[in-house]
């Protein structure tokens, strides 16, 4: 579905592309939600994981590479996803606790679809989009860096409290 909606994009036919979007992000969701209650979980979170990682890069990839933007904005665009998915997996294995962000990857998605929906209209919104995806995981890398130096400090208070 992710698939055929950066073919569909690719088209110009904004409503179907934003459509399938959608379906394959329904469609992983219910996956996921289904797949907690299943044996190996350790396997089935990490294939979980890397195949929402995969259909997000195709459906902002498809979405950005299909109207002619410049090269830059492409490449900060994932880029930026692949820091910010490897900012997230350290953060979390260094502190050993789910990490939430503010926008995640439900965000970035929802700027995509919505930029498919509005690309009908006129393909600037397209551009727009590529900058408040920029936006939004600059802003949630900086939310994990500040997660991090603060669980530091406080675990560096907590353990002076202790000694005493």
Partial sequence: ????????????NG??????????VLFIEYGVEKSVGLKNRRYIEAFNNTSMTVIEAVIIGGLLAS???????????????????????NAEDYTRESIDVRFGRRGRLAVAVIAMFLSTFNSYYVF????VLIGTM??????ILYG???EKESSELKERILSR
């Avoid at 579905?1 to 110009?12: D, H, P």
């Avoid at 409503?15 to 394959?24: N, P, Q, R, V």
Wanted: aromatic share 6%; glycine share 10%.
């Fill in 1 to 12: 579905m992710a698939a055929a909606a950066a073919y569909f994009i690719n088209t110009g």
């Fill in 15 to 24: 409503i179907s592309a934003g459509l399938a979007a959608t379906a394959a």
């Fill in 138 to 143: 600059v802003f949630d890398s900086g939310q």
């Fill in 67 to 89: 109207h002619e933007l410049p090269g830059l904005i492409i490449a900060a665009v994932l880029s930026g996803l692949v820091v910010v998915k490897s900012l997230k997996s």
């Fill in 128 to 131: 727009i989009a590529g900058f």
């Fill in 148 to 150: 991090l130096h603060s």
